[in-house]
C-alpha cells in the first residue's frame, strides 16, 4: 500500500505541489505586467490603486480578477519605497493568503512583505484589512516599515497598541490597513460591546484578517480566554491567611498529576487542612470543611495549593516592580496586564509577598478561537504549521500550503543526543558551544524557561565564553540582542524563539548596525555609514559562512514540534549555511513525563559510561511520537473548551447583535413597547393561569405586581367583575391603560428624550444582564463536569442548562426595562434647581467649569402618580432631565469658555437644544 502511495504522488505530486504549481500561471501573469508598471511615475501608481478600487467597489469586479493587477502594482511599490522587489516564491505566498490559506514560509524568507501583498488587494474593496502580530514591538515597527509601501500605492495604515487614546484607535482602525496584536484586537471587540453609542466604538466589522505566527496566535493561545473584568469583594486577608498554611503539607497529602497538570488533596490531606484551618481561626469551630458554608474557604485552599504546586517563579511568571507577571510559555515573553482568573493570581501574589490586587469578576470574555472566526475570511503567515494541519482546517477551516524557498535549504540537522542525567547534558552542551565558539561560529542556545537561560548563563560565565542573554527580563533589548546573534563568535541563549520578528542574518544586521550609528552620531552622513558597514559586514559574513554558519542548540525539546521547530529554523535562512541539534536528558520535563522509563532500560542495558550520548535515529522517532501525543492531548483540550465556549458564542452574538440594533435604531418605542406587553401577558399568566375559574385567580397578587412592575394602580377586580372578561380581555385592557400611561410620560419628557433615555436604560439593563449570566455560567462550568458520574455527558447538560440560564436573563431583562420605564419621570422646577444647585456647587469646590446637563424645557411638570401607587423610584442616573441654563463666563467665540459638553449634553449657551445640535453642530 506504501507502495502505491509512493507512486501516486510521483505521477500526481502531493496536494501541496498541486497547488504550488496551480499558482505559477498567477506569477507568471503579475511577471509579465512588471514593466508595464515600472513605467509608470509615483502618480500613476496610486492613480492605478484608485482605478482598481472603482473596479470593485462601482463596477463589482472581484478580487481574484484583478489579482494580478494589484500585485504588480504592489510589488512595483514596495520596490520603490522599500528598495525590495518581491521574489516569485513570496507572490506565491500572497496568493496562497489571499484565497484564506496558511502560508507556511521559513525563517527569512519575509514574511512581513509577502503580507502587504492580500492585504493591498483586500483593503481595494474599502472594507478594511487586520494584519495581527504577536506583540506590541512588531506591530509598531511592521506598520511603519510596511506603511511606507502602502503610502506609495495611496492606502491609508495605522497601528493599535494598548493605553492608546480612544481617538487615535478609532482613526487606526478607519485606516485601509491596520495593524494591531490579537490581543488588542479581543480586547477592542469586547470594548465595543460594552459601548453606548455606535460613534464610540473602535472596530468597524471583521472582514479580512492575515495573521502572523499564525500557529503561535490561533493554537499556542487558543486555550485562553481574553477578559474583560471588573473588580469584586476584596479578600486579600484570607489569601496570605491561608498562603502560609499550604507550606506545613507534606506529599502524603496532595496528589499532583504533572501531564494533567493538577493537584488535588487527598483524604488525609483534607484532614490535615481542616485542623490547620481550625487552629488558624479562619474555620469556626463545629463548622467542618465541606460544609455548604465552607465553599468560599475551599475554593482559596485549592488555589493556594495550585499556585505552589504548579506555578514556579521564573517559570511560569516573574516578579518585576511588586507585580506577578506571566510568561508565555510558547514565546518566553512577559504578558503585561494579564491576570490569572478565578483567584489564582491572587494567590501566587499571596506566595510571594507582594500586594494582593483584588479579585475580579468578569465583565466580558471572549476566546481568539470565536473571535477570529467572526472574520468573513481568515488568512496567516508562519515557518511552522505542517504539523497542526488538521487542527487549522477543523476549527478555522483554513488550509496549509508549504510554500518553496527561494533557494535550497543547507541547515544540517543532527540527530539528538540523549543523556542519562542532567548533569551530563549540560557538561556536553558547554563543551559543544566551546567548540563551536573556539572557531568563531555564532551560536543560539534555546531553552524553555527563564531559570535553566539563567543556570546555562552561570556555566558559560564559569567557562569564561562572552554570551548575551534574551528572556522576558531583557524583552526590551530583544530586537537588539536577536539582530546581533549572527555575528562572528556571537553566543546568544534564548528562551524560545517563536515570533521573534527580527531576522538572525550572519555577520549581523546592516539596518540595525546604520541605525545604531546615526542614533550615536547624528551629524554623521548616512549614505557614508551605510557603505562602511556594508563593506564590514561583507567580511564578518565571509568568516561566519567560513565557520559553518549559525550554530542552533537546543537544551530540551518542547512539548510541541512546532516550537523546536521555530527553534531550528533560525539557522539557514535564504540558502545560508547552518547547523542545528538538540541535547536532551531523561530528567527533561518531556522524558521524564511521557515515558523515559523504557529508555532509561536500553541505556542502562547499554552500560554507558557518565557523559557518554546515546545518537540514534530511532530516538528522535520515538521523541516525535512523545510529542505527537502531547500535541493531540492538548488539540482535544482546545476542542472541548471550543465546544462549551460554542454555547456561550451564540448567546454572545445574539446580546452583542441586539445592542447594536438598539444603538443604531433611532426610535426604540417599538422594543421597549414589545417588552412590557410580554411582561404583562406573563404576569396574566401568573396569577390568572390559563384554563382556570374565575375563582382561582389572584387579582389582588396581580394588582399588587401592577404597582411593583408597571408603577400602576389599576381596579383589576373590578374589570374582572365585568361580565364576559377572561384572561385574555384582561391582558388587553391593562396593555391599553399601560400604554396610555406610556404616552403620557413620553409627551412630557418629549420624544427625543425619551428615546435617548429608552435607549440608556434598556443598554444599562443588558450589560448589568449578561454580567450576571457570565458568572452563572462559570458556576454552571465549574460543576457541570460531575454530571458524568451519573452517566450523563456534560456537554449536552451544559447547552440545556447554559438555554435555561438564557432564558431567564432575557425575563429578567424585560421586567427590569419595564419597572425603570415605568418609574422615571422629568423632575420638577424645585428640583432641578435642587440638582443644578449641587452641581454648580461640587464644580466649584475643584474650580472646574460648570458643563450643563440634558434636555427637558424647564419647569416640565412632575408625572401625576396614581393614588395608593407604589413609591416612585430614585431617578435613573443620567437620565432624568435638568432645564438648559447659560454657562456663567459663556463667550460664543471663545470655545474653551463652553467648558466639555457631551454630544447629547444641552448646550451652554442656554438654548435648550443638544449640543450636538447647536454649537457642537460639525461643520
Known sequence: MLGLTSLARKVFGSPNDRKVK???????????????????????????????????????????????????????GARRALGLRAFDVQLMGGIFMHQGNIAEMRTGEGKTLVATFPAYLNALTGRGVHVVTVNDYLARRDS??????????????????????????RAAYRCDITYATNNELGFDYLRDNMKGSVEEMAQRGHYFAIVDEVDSILIDEARTPLIISGPAQDRSELYTQIDKLIPSLTEEHYKLDEKQRSVTFTDDG???????????????????????ESTTIVHHINQGLRAHKLFFKDQHYIVRDGEVVLIDEFTGRMMKGRRLSDGLHQAIEAKEGVKIQAENVTLASVTFQNYFRLYEKLAGMTGTAATEAEEFMQIYGLGVVEVPTNRPVQRKDEHDKVYR?????YDGVIESIKEAHDRGQPILVGTTSIEKSESISAMLKAAGIPHNVLNARQHEQEAQIVADAGRFGAVTIATNMAGRGTDIQLGGNVEMKVLEAITADPHL?????????????????????????????????????RIDNQLRGRSGRQGDPGRSEFFLSLDDDLMRIFGSERLDKVLSTLGMKEGEAIVHPWVNKSLEKAQAKVEGRNFDIRKQLLKFDDVMNDQRKAIFGQRMEIMQAEDISEIATDMRHQVIDDLVDQYLPPKTYHDDWDLDGLKQAGREKLNMDMPVADWAAEEGVDQAALSERIIQNSDTYMAEKTAAFGRETMDQIEKQVLLQAIDGKWREHLLMLEHLRSVIGFRSYAQRDPLNEYKTEAFQLFESMLEGLRVQVTEQLSRIRPLTKEEQEQMMAQVLAAQQSRGAAVPVAATTPAGAPREAEPAGAAPAAAPVPGLTAMAGARLEGFD?????????????DACPCGSGEKFKHCHGKLA
Open 22 to 76: 496551480a499558482a505559477r500561471p498567477l506569477v507568471a501573469q503579475i511577471n509579465a505586467l512588471e514593466p508595464e508598471f515600472a513605467a509608470l511615475s509615483d502618480e500613476g501608481i496610486i492613480a492605478k490603486t484608485r482605478e482598481l478600487q472603482k473596479r470593485v467597489q462601482e463596477g463589482g469586479e472581484t478580487l481574484d480578477a484583478i489579482l494580478p493587477e494589484a500585485f504588480a502594482n504592489c510589488r512595483e
Open 270 to 292: 483534607n484532614d490535615a487542612m481542616e485542623v490547620l484551618l481550625r487552629g488558624a481561626g479562619i474555620l469556626p469551630e463545629g463548622q467542618h470543611m465541606f460544609d455548604p
Open 144 to 169: 511603519e516599515w510596511m506603511g511606507k509601501v502602502y503610502a506609495q500605492l495611496g492606502l491609508t495604515c495605522g497601528v493599535v497598541v494598548p493605553f492608546q487614546p480612544e481617538t487615535e484607535k
Open 525 to 561: 552622513h548616512p549614505d557614508e555609514v551605510r557603505a562602511r558597514i556594508e563593506a564590514e559586514h561583507a567580511d564578518e559574513k565571509a568568516r561566519v559562512l567560513a565557520a559553518g554558519g549559525l550554530f542552533v542548540l537546543g537544551t530540551e525539546r518542547h512539548e510541541s514540534r
Open 421 to 425: 542525567t542532567a548533569k551530563e547534558k
Open 892 to 904: 460664543e467665540a471663545d470655545p474653551s469658555t463652553w467648558g466639555n459638553p457631551g454630544r447629547n
